[in-house]
């Protein structure tokens, strides 16, 4: 599954493309495997294991800065507890599908759990070892970055319109200018989402999509691919998210060959995955995370 060569328009970039899939008791975390470093845990949180029931089976880690319901926050404790986090140490973005990222430490711990809610944002760096970076999805991609050297690390939220503002590139550059990263040490990962086959949109969007990312590839119409998976019978226009991801990871600076993509389906995968498109909305969410150890 790994070791794909993805061919983009003037050159031929390598990524990583895969997940190692780790099961921690009841709960089970997708990883990527360039991330499996020293001083670093990370993970995207499957629906297993959790106590919530119906359409939210089980580990619904849906949040909601008005609170969560009582059952989500017992899935975030047995979440804290498969990755090895300290429940205390997380704090969660406060989305609103934009490019905004907000600098964090210590004293942020807990905000949006125990603590406040933090201002709206959807990425969040930090070269604090005290503070987990926490994002939650259902078809939404997660954005990790890592760079060794000045030891600083991002998470970010991104659904479409974040991919499409580019908040993998606004993150990167928020890492350089708070932590003196250099986006060529920077390890990037695009988690779970929605694939290319079932990210079905308008026409429109689908040219704003390849106009901004200044790649044709990513828009997919019809393709052979496509109508063979037999969920594509209508010759909509499809996007490709993961692929400007990747896009916008290169535009930061950051090498092909740090990239990874995890190429797993939110909306295919039943068995692990919650979808927002797929259940209509009647759903429950996944979590990701970052910390520096
Ligand atoms: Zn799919």
């Not at 050297?149 to 970010?156: D, E, Y």
């Not at 019809?222 to 490709?240: E, I, N, Q, T, Y």
């Not at 930061?252 to 740090?258: D, M, Q, V």
Request: net charge negative.
């Amino acid at each position: 599954m790994y070791d794909k060569i993805t061919d983009y328009p003037g050159k031929a970039a390598r990524f990583e493309h895969g997940f190692l899939y780790e099961k921690n008791g009841e709960t089970g975390l997708y990883k990527a495997r360039a991330l499996l470093l020293p001083g670093l845990s990370h993970g995207f949180s499957t629906r297993e294991g959790g106590m919530s029931e119906g359409p939210f089976a089980s580990l619904n880690l849906h949040w909601d800065k008005d609170g969560c319901e009582p059952d989500v926050l017992e899935n975030y404790s047995r979440f804290a507890r498969g990755a090895g986090l300290c429940y205390e140490d997380m704090a969660i973005v406060n989305h609103e599908h934009g490019a905004t990222v907000l600098r964090l430490d210590a004293s942020h711990r807990g905000r949006g759990f125990d603590k406040p809610p933090l201002p709206f944002c959807d990425g969040i760096i930090t070269n604090d070892p005290a503070v987990a970076l926490v994002t939650s999805h259902a078809d939404c991609g997660a954005f990790f970055m890592y760079d060794p050297v000045s030891r600083s690390i991002g998470m970010a939220h991104a659904g479409w319109k974040g991919t499409l503002a580019q908040i993998g590139l606004t993150m990167a550059q928020a890492m350089t200018r708070e932590f003196g990263a250099d986006p060529a040490n920077v390890m990037a990962a695009a988690g779970p989402c929605i694939c290319p086959r079932c990210f079905e949109v308008d026409e429109s969007l689908a040219d704003e999509f390849a106009q901004v990312f200044a790649d044709p590839a990513v828009k997919l119409v019809g393709r052979p691919g496509l109508d063979r998976s037999g969920l594509d019978r209508s010759g909509k226009a499809h996007v490709d998210l993961p692929r400007c991801a990747a896009i916008q990871f290169m535009r930061a600076g950051i090498l092909p060959e740090h990239i990874t993509l995890m190429d797993a389906c939110t909306y295919e995968d039943t068995a692990h995955f919650f979808s927002h498109r797929r259940d209509r909305g009647v759903t429950g969410s996944m979590a990701a995370f970052i910390q520096l150890r």
